[in-house]
């Protein structure tokens, strides 16, 4: 299936990596070009209403300003798919923070100072942001996001639950997360005559291209989009946002090149969040432990604008054996900022809540969490019915049990403290879905013997430059020296976003197929190669994207010990450790870093994260990364993650699982798992901030018996 | 931000003069804080007096065995400076606990004192707020408010004050030195901070035309027992939800013979806990003695809707503190009888 | 050299002339008042690898060094920097363009991967292990340990120093790592 096999699997260090430690990495707005200015977006300051008049004139008189865009005379555009792209084209104002004006000046601090002295007047209208589970306005949307049916039922989860003997019957709460990479959103558009260049951070660049050709009535050929280094997304770069979309629309009118790097401030309210999810979970189970009913049910909000329902309950059909199950989404349209994808959107939240529930089920039962969830192995998918391509979460548990030390484990709730502080460990198991698209690639043999591969992949962090050579080179046959890679610009043969832990799948298929192409294409020939070489085309289209008779899923399982401090409410992670079924690891280096990363962000998503929408007002109090705690240095412990060799041969050439997002999945509920452990007292509301634990801790302890 | 004008001040009375003169012009010490919230709109003075120059860069002992702090130096260097380790352990612990190592190698003594709420609500310029426009409207009361004040607020405002340094000057009885170019007066540090009242535009005691010119830390010849605590959301770099600031001295017998104790991020001020102090004072130094006092001078407290959390809070911190003070104290009396 | 000279002449307009020493070179500049040292090094001296991921002191990307010490270049505006050395992540690397020892380790480490708060945490580091050795203690510093004496630092100091420095991507144990192989 796969060439030499010698370069994948190995720790090649990142090709960019020295780029990167030296400073000379180029992100969106630090590609030098004369005369380049910068564009400064005007929040709308109410949370629902119109317009009524922007007054310019103060801004304009402001040294260094040159435009002031609003939806009177900002260049018109196609009407997009996406409705949070067509900004400033009506004065209607769907949330606080929703883009009223532009304006562009010689330098950001003139931009900045122009911006602050635009005076907008609107007819304000009553907003309702607050989401409730029993909101009058829920509704059962047809489709959850990323177009899983939003209710799927088998066997009678009502009746079964109901007759049960060992019921678990409880309800969690996710607030608000913002993805919050590192490099704000930004983009930087170029007029170079009727060509349109635009650098910008984006985890798709195909895709910037394909909307802006659509939005701007533009030829493919005169659009070109590069995005070279891309500094996190998370999610929230996957599809283009507002901030290209304004850059173009600046460069555009003032004829020069424009950056918008959007304030950190307005990200919250401009480039989408994880929606908040209020979760029902009812488990039902025999005596024995085996489960017979579950239901896991939903209420999300989404914006007046756009429909996106966080698929929070999709893991549950895909998690444990049960004869009866009803998994639904139900959706509230509010007032608020269009929520949007952050890492494993759906699996994320909602593995939360399930493997919370399934920790409160081995309580219930008296049964060791581990070998609740091997007991509730399935054989097959449970919703569709197809076999796994391959299947260790049991394999997973039981190894990082193992490594954990989790024999040790003394299962009673409150039994281990250190003077004022308690202990407690906790384990959550992990999944997420096999995607994989179709991607065109190039690759090419030089005379003097090395070869490129060329792929308009995006480097977001997890090392595609030198992944995708090393797939080059094992196909190829050649030491990975030998290969080089070419990614992050829209001349390149088009490929889809680095996003759903596709990326390196989509890519590398189409890398691995032209190489094997070129391979054959040298095999058959002598003599010398051209001056400019010989190359290979390769397109998975219908290959990558067939339907397969498979369930294909990554597993894993997370293990975290905690400590509470019953003096504070404050929870810190003393360790965390992860295994992972990911199909063939592909870069044990580059693997590492990603698996880390996941797990840090559910650590923030247990403790640190958590953002509030504020009723009177409609924004997002934790506004900066002074109130919205990404996890610093100190909240991060020693993380251990390891794999297991999975080998898998219905997935790709590579045999490669995505492992992005899976690090992330179940990791928070480990968190809050270890939390009941060392205190006895169940949480359901993230994040476990001292506010929420101290009041806990007053409370009477819980035997861990649910139902 | 506005365009401003820039003074590089050679002198206090050069810096005073230029306050004097202008009355939108603000004093520059590390900017931490201060360009932080002219880049927001915030803050939009038209002249920047740059005091960080001025020759107060010293943290020097006095012949009455008080030290002084000049208002310059910068708090990575006061929490570092052995004196201050040697002998106010809770100012060096505070120092530490706040804000992050960059952000205290540019912040200055006196810009921390001066250093404004951390309100969401001041910070945005599309929300009412009586601080930053009085007479709008207090955008907390209604809307968001969970890190805000349980003790002391008033209607117009219910911000607190998120230094840390200023809870351990509190409860050390320091003074804040001020001049304003011809005459010095100082105030003690807890008298220094104002609450909000109908005046929550003003933090401080400060005059037009005054700045701070250093802290006077009172005379201590060995290590005072005192300690700082703060819980936060995350470990580091974050503000306190509640922090509290100790000094205590007791007898050979466990009575109390000073206390200083006081509360941040519970009012517009740092809290000075001076009924809890007075109901300790000359009595035992116990875990239930503490747990009394410091619950009576909770009783003052009305959290907001979404804050009572930091009652309960603020009295384990402060309990914790005294209670291991007083046990420290204990533990260092046995060592020196055994030896 | 313009309007602010350390005898305290009064500025007249809004701008001022700044030299600064970048990375060895020094640079007579005319500068909006409003101009901090972040956009200095990027917008007027080309110098990219300071980061603006916040533009308010709470990321800590744009980590220099001025005068030996680690700040957040984003908050210091630059007309009060006159006269002073500023080293950032592109002064890092020696003479013949070889990484730092603590740039080299990053990458031993697989320390990073998105790379926008990279430079800022290599330069954090640069003075976190100058700070130690200067005897400045951290939160986490046994109090009991001597004033002026090096503080050792272990995996508990090097993460509270640091926590001035966020990374999204999680990289923070292997900077840990990477950290610790330099000292």
Redesign the interface.
């Given at each position: 299936m796969t060439g030499t096999g010698s370069a994948l699997g190995v720790p090649a260090e990142r090709r960019e990596g020295r780029q990167k430690v030296t400073g000379g990495a180029r992100y969106a707005a630090e590609h030098p070009l004369p005369g380049r200015v910068h564009a400064w977006p005007v929040p709308a300051g109410v949370a629902r209403g119109r317009v009524t008049a922007v007054h310019t004139e103060a801004a304009l008189d402001l040294p260094g300003a040159l435009a002031v865009l609003t939806h009177d005379n900002a260049p018109r555009i196609t009407e997009p798919d996406d409705p949070t792209l067509a900004v400033l084209q009506t004065p209607g104002v769907p949330h606080r923070g929703w883009p009223v004006a532009l304006v562009v000046a010689r330098t950001p601090e003139e931009a900045r100072a122009a911006a602050e002295a635009v005076r907008v007047e609107y007819a304000v209208e009553e907003h309702d942001v607050r989401l409730t589970a029993d909101h009058p306005e829920a509704y059962e949307p047809e489709k959850a996001n990323a177009g899983f049916p939003a209710r799927r039922e088998w066997g009678d989860p009502d009746g079964a639950f109901a007759s049960a003997p060992v019921r678990v019957d409880v309800s969690y709460h996710v607030p608000p997360l913002h993805n919050h990479p590192m490099e704000p959103h930004t983009s930087t558009a170029h007029w170079d005559g009727d060509r349109l260049v635009v650098y910008t951070s984006s985890q798709g660049g195909t895709a910037v291209r394909a909307v802006l050709t659509a939005l701007f009535e533009l030829p493919e050929d005169r659009v070109t989009v590069v995005a070279d280094h891309v500094g996190g997304g998370f999610g929230s770069k996957g599809t283009p946002r507002p901030d290209v979309v304004l850059a173009v629309m600046a460069a555009r009118e003032t004829g020069r090149p424009v950056t918008v790097a959007l304030p950190r401030r307005h990200l919250p309210s401009v480039v989408g969040h994880r929606a908040p999810t209020l979760h029902r979970l009812r488990l039902a189970a025999d005596t024995g432990g085996r489960l017979t009913a579950l239901t896991h049910e939903v209420v999300t909000h989404t914006s007046r604008i756009k429909e996106f329902v966080e698929q929070a309950a999709v893991p549950a059909r895909v998690m444990y054996a049960t004869p009866a199950s009803r998994t639904l989404h139900r959706a509230v349209r509010l007032d608020v900022p269009s929520p949007s994808w952050m890492r494993a959107p759906g699996e994320s939240p909602g593995m939360y809540a399930l493997e919370s529930a399934m920790d409160e089920l081995a309580g219930a039962l008296g049964m060791d969490p581990v070998d609740l969830r091997v007991l509730n192995e399935p054989e097959r998918e449970p919703d569709s019915g197809k076999p796994f391509s391959s299947r260790h979460l049991t394999e997973c548990l039981r190894e990082g049990a193992r490594r954990f030390g989790w024999d040790r484990r003394d299962p009673r709730p409150r039994a281990r403290g250190e003077g004022p502080l308690l202990l407690g460990t906790g384990v959550a198991a992990a999944t997420y879905p096999v995607l994989v698209g179709p991607s065109r690639a190039e690759a090419r043999a030089l005379p003097d013997g090395s070869f490129v591969v060329r792929v308009n992949a995006t480097d977001i962090g997890t090392g595609a430059r030198t992944v995708l050579a090393q797939v080059a080179a094992d196909a190829l046959g050649v030491p990975l020296e030998r290969v080089r890679s070419e990614i992050g610009d829209s001349d390149l043969p088009s490929a889809p976003l680095a996003g759903g832990s596709s990326g390196t799948a989509s890519w590398g298929w189409s890398v691995h197929r032209a190489c094997t192409e070129l391979a054959d294409q040298l095999g058959s020939r002598t003599g010398p190669l051209p001056d400019e070489g010989i190359t290979a085309h390769a397109d998975t289209a219908g290959l990558a994207d067939a339907d397969s008779p498979y369930a294909r899923h990554a597993f894993g399982a997370h293990f975290a010990e905690v400590a509470v401090d019953t003096v504070t409410g404050e929870v810190r992670v003393r360790r965390m450790l992860g295994v992972f079924a990911a199909g063939r690891i592909l870069n044990a280096r580059t693997a590492r870093s990603q698996f880390i990363g996941g797990m840090t962000m559910g650590l923030g998503m247990a403790l640190t994260e958590g953002s509030t929408m504020d009723a009177a007002f409609g924004d997002f109090t934790e506004a900066d990364l002074a109130s919205y705690h990404v996890p610093a240095h100190a909240d991060v412990p020693a993380i251990e993650a390891h794999w297991i060799d999975e080998e898998d041969a219905h997935l790709n050439p590579m045999g490669s699982k995505g492992i992005g997002e899976i690090g992330n999945v179940g990791s928070a509920a480990a968190i809050g798992n270890a939390v009941h452990h060392a205190t006895g007292v169940r949480f359901r509301e993230l994040p476990l901030t001292p506010d929420k634990v101290l009041a806990g801790l007053a409370r009477p302890v819980t035997s861990g018996r649910g139902g | 931000m506005k365009p401003f004008g820039y003074l590089r001040a050679g002198t206090v009375r050069e810096a005073a003069e230029a306050l004097a003169e202008h009355p939108g012009a603000r004093c520059l010490g590390g900017g931490t804080n201060l360009v932080d919230l002219m880049k927001l709109g915030v803050e939009r003075p038209g002249l920047l007096v740059d005091v960080s120059r001025l020759p107060l860069d010293t943290v020097e002992e006095l012949p009455d065995g008080s030290v002084r702090v000049g208002a310059t130096v910068r708090n990575s260097d006061l929490a570092a400076h052995p004196l201050v380790r040697d002998r106010y352990p809770v100012l060096s612990q505070a120092l530490l606990a706040g804000a992050s190592g960059q952000l205290r190698n540019a912040a200055t003594t006196g810009g921390n004192l001066l250093q404004r709420t951390r309100c969401p609500h001041f910070q945005d310029l599309s929300k009412p707020c009586n601080k930053r426009t009085p007479g709008t409207g207090c955008a907390a009361r209604e809307g968001t408010h969970r890190d805000h004040a349980v003790l002391g607020h008033s209607e117009q405002c219910v911000a607190t004050h998120p230094s840390d340094m200023a809870v351990a000057l509190a409860a050390l009885d320091a003074r804040v030195e001020l001049d304003d170019g011809r005459t010095t007066r100082d105030l003690p540090a807890d008298r220094f901070h104002r609450l909000p009242g109908d005046h929550p535009e003003r933090d401080t005691e400060i005059r037009p035309g005054e700045l701070v010119t250093g802290v006077v830390l009172p005379a201590a010849t060995a290590s005072l027992p005192s300690a700082y605590r703060k819980a936060r959301d995350r470990a580091s770099y974050a503000f306190a939800l509640a922090s509290v600031a100790a000094v205590l001295r007791t007898s050979e017998d466990g009575t109390v013979v000073h206390v200083g104790l006081a509360f941040g991020a519970l009012a517009h001020k740092p809290w000075r806990a001076e009924r809890a102090e007075a109901a300790l004072r000359g009595g035992p130094a116990t875990e239930d003695a503490f747990a009394r006092a410091v619950e009576r001078e909770l009783e003052a407290a009305r959290p907001l809707r979404d804050n009572g959390y930091k009652v309960p809070l603020a009295r384990n911190l402060a309990v914790d503190v005294l209670t291991r003070l007083a046990t420290a104290r204990n533990r260092t009396g046995t060592t020196e009888e055994d030896s | 050299m313009g309007?602010?000279?350390?005898?305290?002449?009064?500025?007249?307009?809004?701008h001022?002339e700044v030299t600064l020493t970048v990375n060895g070179t020094p640079h007579t500049l005319h500068l909006?008042?409003?101009?901090?040292l972040l956009?200095v090094l990027?917008?007027d001296l080309?110098?990219?690898?300071?980061?603006?991921?916040?533009?308010?002191?709470?990321?800590?990307?744009c980590?220099a060094l001025v005068d030996g010490?680690?700040?957040?270049s984003c908050?210091?505006?630059a007309?009060?920097l006159?006269g002073c050395e500023v080293i950032?992540?592109?002064g890092?690397?020696d003479g013949a363009g070889e990484?730092h020892p603590l740039?080299r380790a990053?990458?031993d480490r697989?320390a990073?991967?998105?790379?926008?708060?990279?430079?800022g945490q290599?330069c954090?580091a640069v003075?976190?292990l100058a700070?130690a050795e200067?005897?400045?203690?951290?939160?986490?510093?046994d109090?009991a340990t001597a004033?002026?004496r090096p503080v050792a630092l272990d995996?508990a100091e090097?993460?509270?120093?640091?926590?001035?420095?966020?990374?999204?991507?999680?990289?923070?144990?292997?900077?840990?790592e990477a950290v610790e192989d330099v000292i």
């Open positions: - | - | 309007a602010a000279h350390d005898d305290g002449t009064r500025a007249t307009g809004h001022s909006d008042h409003r101009r901090v956009d990027r917008e080309g110098l990219t690898g300071s980061k603006k991921g916040c533009d308010h002191g709470q990321c800590g990307a980590t010490r680690r700040v957040n908050l210091l505006l007309v009060t006159d950032t992540v592109e890092l690397t990484p740039q990053f990458l697989d990073f991967q998105c790379g926008y708060c990279t430079p290599i954090s003075g976190v700070e200067a005897g400045h203690p951290s939160h986490v510093t109090p004033p002026g995996a090097i993460r509270e120093r640091l926590s001035g420095n966020l990374c999204r991507c999680g990289a923070y144990p292997r900077i840990v």
